[in-house]
């Protein structure tokens, strides 16, 4: 059922080490919590952010993995925006009609708005 949600939270970059791909931080982190490495995803990157999408979120244009720490809200109007705390810490409220439009894609539109 479709319904108007409302997140407010954070995103909070995730370091990724020299030796290591964002593909295997996912790898890692899907392995610490004992979830099975599907292989009809793309790769483990995309598994993460499909499997657990209110708490990890890739960002296409900056090629950024950040760890969500969010709740949910009364509904109401729409709000999509965000605001960067440093350069690792993004904080953001999402509130939209999730019949119309997912969590990544919102958080992806919040994202594209902190240039502007």
């Known amino acids: 059922m479709s319904e108007t949600v409302h997140y407010r939270g954070?995103?909070?970059?995730?370091?990724?080490?020299?030796?290591?791909?964002?593909?295997n931080v996912a790898e890692e982190i899907l392995k610490e919590r004992?979830?099975?490495?599907?292989?009809?995803?793309?790769?483990?990157?995309?598994?993460?952010?499909?499997?657990?999408?209110?708490?990890?979120f890739y960002n296409t244009r900056t090629g950024c993995l950040y760890k969500l720490d969010n709740e949910e809200f009364e509904m109401n109007d729409e709000i999509i925006i965000a605001e960067e705390k440093s350069e690792?810490?993004?904080?953001?409220?999402?509130?939209?009609?999730?019949g119309g439009a997912g969590f990544s894609e919102c958080l992806e539109e919040a994202f594209d708005n902190l240039e502007q």
């Open 88 to 98: 690792t810490i993004v904080e953001y409220e999402l509130r939209y009609y999730n």
């Open 10 to 23: 954070v995103a909070t970059q995730i370091n990724i080490p020299r030796d290591k791909s964002l593909v």
């Open 34 to 56: 004992n979830i099975k490495i599907l292989e009809y995803y793309d790769n483990t990157l995309e598994q993460l952010c499909s499997e657990y999408p209110y708490e990890y």
